[in-house]
């Protein structure tokens, strides 16, 4: 199993440009989430899913869309980048363990530079 | 907002030494887990405790969690340099959520 899978892996755009990165699983979790990264910070959730065609906003959702039509691919969509979206993201999958809680599979992460 | 705080922001002990790491938090929680992210890499899952443990092992990793002051330590004995990595606390919100909240991570630093 590739586990959880992330393109590119280093992207840089110009003030306001779209673009979308991929993200796809083979381990046919139900969940899955969009996280960024900043310098000295944890996660921040920005969007997650619980299933094919269902989606909600984490933490930091404005100026990110976000589809769910497979279970495997949950891409996330810069609308109009922004310097302020220089960030790592991390894609991840997960399935609730034993202990009752989502266990979280992460991607290698996307490096997007905003200029 | 954050619902995990790590304590200490970094961390650096010699190769054989035992790291001790603390995570406090603010609501209610269902489960605490520690992730580790090695640089330039995602986070990889390393041990999962319930709100109803109070202690879980898991090789050289030993998790504590005391709900009565929100917090809880991952001990990490006889280290090594390969543990060099920012390790992460993350808690659900309760009440059955599908989202984690990460904290801001101690940088451990073990040298050979």
């Known amino acids: ?115 | 907002s954050q619902q995990g705080e790590e304590d200490p922001q970094a961390l650096s002990i010699q190769e054989g030494e035992n790291a001790t790491m603390n995570c406090s938090y603010k609501t209610s929680i269902n489960n605490l887990q520690w992730y580790r992210q090695n640089s330039g890499r995602g986070l990889v899952h390393l041990i999962l405790i319930r709100s109803n443990e109070r202690e879980k092992h898991s090789g050289r990793l030993r998790v504590t969690l005391d709900t009565s002051k929100k917090s809880s330590s991952l001990l990490i004995t006889a280290s090594r340099a390969a543990d060099t990595a920012s390790y992460f606390c993350a808690t659900d919100a309760g009440g059955g959520s599908e989202k984690l909240v990460f904290g801001k991570g101690t940088k451990l630093t073990v040298n050979p």
């Not at chain 1, 139900?30 to 997650?48: T, V």
């Not at chain 1, 899913?49 to 769910?68: K, L, M, W």
């Open chain 1, 1 to 115: 199993n590739a586990g959880v899978t992330q393109t590119p892996k280093f992207q840089v755009l110009k003030t306001g440009q779209s673009m979308t990165l991929q993200c796809a699983q083979d381990m046919n979790h139900e969940y899955m989430s969009w996280y960024r990264q900043d310098p000295g910070m944890g996660l921040r959730l920005i969007h997650y899913s619980v299933g094919a065609g269902i989606t909600d906003q984490g933490e930091v959702p404005n100026g990110y869309n976000v589809s769910r039509s497979t279970t495997e691919d949950f891409p996330l969509r810069l609308l109009s980048a922004a310097p302020s979206q220089t960030s790592v993201y991390f894609c991840a999958s997960s399935y609730y363990a034993g202990g009752g809680g989502l266990e979280q599979f992460f991607g290698p992460g996307t490096r997007l530079t905003v200029l």
